[in-house]
């Protein structure tokens, strides 16, 4: 080594023991360190002390600042623009070592052209970790007879137009086998563990902006930045475009990459001529359902649906049938069952056939293990009964139908879900989830667990099945009773943030509140409105019932409900306006409809012709699906209901005085004029009738096409009314 060649730092902690020894510069000019320690000077430290040795941690630290120093005088201005950070490059190579390769030659090219991935040209052994860390398991990259099976396998032609040695092109052929079909022939575990991690990241990596590993593609995106700030000349508009056409390609390769992976898969290795293929594991994935990673949760939810409605009816029915012995029998005296896996005699277990070993769950062999499978056996269960028990209510009616028929849509129904009293699993499951949602917290069921959230979650994606075994006032006002805290928990659920279990377990029941009033938006809003009645009539100076307490924390989420419902289903609300009146004014602040109008505090409801508020008076008409008018008086808390029409009331209107009210019904083709009188000396009810009707002519059939839209009356002054029609005609009317 020549002396010219070494770099000696002046530091005196940094005496001759270690050296700094440049290596030659790599194509980008950045140059390579070296850190050499004399062991001769080391081992005189034993000696005496006259050479000091410097921390291992401050060494490093001064390295990395010399090379640091010594590479901006080399380097251009802008490589630092094309250095990702360590968190991108090794996202990079996780997802290279984890991609099945070999599957899509088209989806390989756009991996590596587009994406960014670096294609293996070595085997990588994959293992598994005991539940405890304590001991790993490495499982094998090829054997014998696999590289014999390479050898005879035809060569990609790509290959064989490539320059590598004849021993570099075996082990690329090799590699290319075993990522292709090989490596998913080795572990159930293995292959539900690989398939977690790379749909998890494929999923983040598409969420990203602009998230490739190509470094080309990073420097334009990060060049563009500055230039979007300062100028706004048209090439900046060309540039924008093609930078989100980039984009998009680029999110898409990540789709594609997450579809083959968990859809796509199964057949690809199939077709590769895997024999032996590993099928992700069920309870694994149903005991991740709400796993505390967002990811996670999404990719085992989608692989657990994928793997459910691949394995087909008789699959399922089969999962049923194993799993349904561990179901906990939730009661109101006892929460578990402790001898649900003796259920079946000895003698009747051993009948089993060997063929079926594999089917059959093990029995578990002790308490842990038996709550272990319990609760796998509630969420598996729930999600078979949630996502393939839809028709569950329409077997029984057009089953026969359906069987002459040959209706294909019977095949995704399980047998084991159905609403016959001799099978009754589908009730021990609602059961199972009301439980879950509903019991207090406590040491043995913590009140944020990922088994509770589990249960919430199901409950709002399977209501249409669960219903007929609910209470549904108790669903309702429990998940109300979860999601309260939601405005404290408001930073991390907005701002992307770790979520606390609490905070998932607000996000989870108001995401079911969601499914559960977009399902079934009648049971919702009746069932919301018969609670608010309950409470309106409790009796004076006595203590407030639970419900009132539920829906006084949760009526934010309520109210977020029927705006979510009129927005996306406005006709099935129509016929129920007054319900959702009922509703609206018990969870709106009162002293703000005393200021303000109602278009104003709830300007979703005002959508509705139906519907009318007059500040001045304070009193709100709404005409309902029956043909009554309810008049609520806000000063005196109480509605007032008037027999207007022999139809629905299509619209209605207070003049600008408060003085009058119109309504008008195409059903029957009449305008009606009311008058609200109150008793002597201002003294008694008000009564209200009616002074005026008027015969309107019938409208045609075509602008009935569009309810919401049949009639507007618009006062134009305190005594003419204004009927405007679909079809574009207005007609005048004076009291």
């Known amino acids: 080594m020549l002396e010219q060649n070494i770099i000696r730092p002046s530091d005196s902690a940094w005496s001759s023991p270690i050296w700094i020894v440049p290596k030659k510069a790599d194509a980008s000019g950045k140059i390579k360190w070296r850190l050499v320690v004399d062991f001769r000077k080391v081992n005189e430290k034993t000696v005496d002390d006259k050479y000091p040795i410097p921390n291992i941690t401050d060494v490093l630290d001064k390295l990395g600042k010399y090379e640091l120093n010594q590479n901006k005088r080399n380097r251009p201005r802008d490589m630092s623009l094309a250095e990702p950070p360590h968190t991108m490059e090794i996202a990079q190579i996780l997802m290279s070592l984890l991609h099945a390769w070999g599957l899509d030659p088209d989806l390989d090219r756009v991996c590596e052209s587009k994406l960014g991935l670096l294609r293996p040209m070595v085997p990588v052994c994959f293992g598994v970790v005991s539940r405890h860390g304590h001991m790993s398991v490495q499982l094998p990259t090829w054997l014998g007879t696999w590289a014999e099976a390479a050898a005879a396998a035809p060569t990609d032609p ?33 292959t539900t563990n690989h398939l977690l991690s790379i749909v998890a990241l494929a999923n983040t990596l598409m969420s990203m902006s602009n998230a490739s590993f190509v470094p080309e593609q990073e420097v334009i995106r990060r060049l563009h930045r500055p230039t979007t700030r300062t100028s706004s000349w048209g090439g900046d508009e060309e540039r924008e475009e093609q930078l989100a056409a980039q984009q998009a390609h680029i999110k898409q390769g990540w789709s594609l990459l997450a579809t083959l992976h968990c859809v796509l898969l199964p057949d690809k290795v199939v077709a590769a001529g895997a ?51 561990f179901l906990p029998l939730y009661t109101h005296t ?64 057009a089953g026969n139908k359906r069987r002459k028929d040959g209706d294909s849509r019977k095949s995704s129904i399980v047998e084991g879900f159905t609403l016959s009293s001799s099978n009754n699993l589908a009730r021990l499951t609602a059961l199972a989830l009301t439980h879950l949602l509903l019991a207090p917290g406590s040491p043995r069921l913590p009140a944020h667990t990922p088994l509770r959230r589990a249960a919430v979650d199901l409950l709002g994606r399977g209501f249409a099945v669960w219903e007929p075994y609910l209470d549904v006032s108790h669903v309702l006002l429990g998940l109300l009773e979860m999601c309260s805290d939601a405005d404290k928990l408001v930073p991390s659920m907005t701002y992307g943030l770790p979520l606390t279990p609490q905070a998932d377990s607000c996000r989870t029941a108001r995401h079911a509140l969601t499914l559960i009033a977009t399902s079934r938006p009648g049971a919702f809003i009746t069932t919301m409105a018969r609670e608010v009645a309950r409470c309106a009539g409790a009796a004076a100076g006595a203590p407030p019932p639970p419900a009132a307490l539920a829906l006084q924390r949760g009526r934010a989420e309520v109210l977020r409900g029927i705006e979510l419902l009129i927005e996306r289903m406005h006709a099935e609300v129509a016929e129920l306006l007054v319900e959702v009146m009922d509703i609206i004014l018990h969870c709106v602040d009162q002293s703000h409809l005393k200021s303000k109008g109602l278009n104003e505090v709830f300007p979703a409801i005002c959508r509705y012709n139906q519907v009318s508020h007059c500040p001045a008076t304070r009193r709100i008409a709404v005409g309902s699906h029956t043909g009554q008018l309810a008049l609520y008086e806000l000063r005196a808390g109480r509605c007032q209901s008037l027999a207007a029409h022999g139809g629905p009331v299509t619209a209605c209107a207070f003049s600008p005085d408060g003085r009058y009210l119109v309504s008008y019904a195409t059903s029957d083709n009449r305008l009606s004029f009311w008058q609200s009188t109150a008793g002597m000396f201002g003294l008694g009810a008000a009564q209200t009738r009616c002074v005026k009707c008027y015969s309107t002519a019938p409208m045609a059939d075509v602008a009935r096409l569009n309810p919401a839209r049949l009639a507007r009356l618009v006062w134009t002054n305190s005594r003419t009314v204004t009927l405007m029609l679909a079809d574009g005609s207005e007609t005048r009317f004076n009291v």
């Open 275 to 325: 024999k032996n293929f590993k099928r992700p594991q069920v309870e694994m994935l149903a005991r991740r359902w709400q796993h505390q990673c967002l990811e996670v949760r999404d990719a085992s939810q989608a692989l657990l649906l994928a793997e459910l409605g691949r394995l087909g009816p008789k699959g399922r029915k089969q999962l049923v049938d194993s799993w349904a012995q």
């Open 158 to 190: 790509a290959l064989l137009s490539s320059e590598l040695p004849p021993e570099l092109l075996r082990q690329e052929k090799l590699t290319r086998l075993f990522t292709s079909k090989l490596h998913w022939e080795l572990s159930t575990t293995l």
């Open 334 to 397: 006892e929460s578990i069952n402790p001898h649900a896996a003796q259920k079946e005699p000895v003698e009747k277990q051993e009948e089993e056939s060997e063929e079926e070993e594999e089917e059959i769950v093990r029995k578990p062999s002790s308490l842990a293990e038996l709550k272990r499978k319990q609760t796998t056996a509630v969420v598996l269960l729930g999600v078979i009964g949630a996502e393939f028990g839809q028709d569950i209510a329409s077997e029984g009616a």
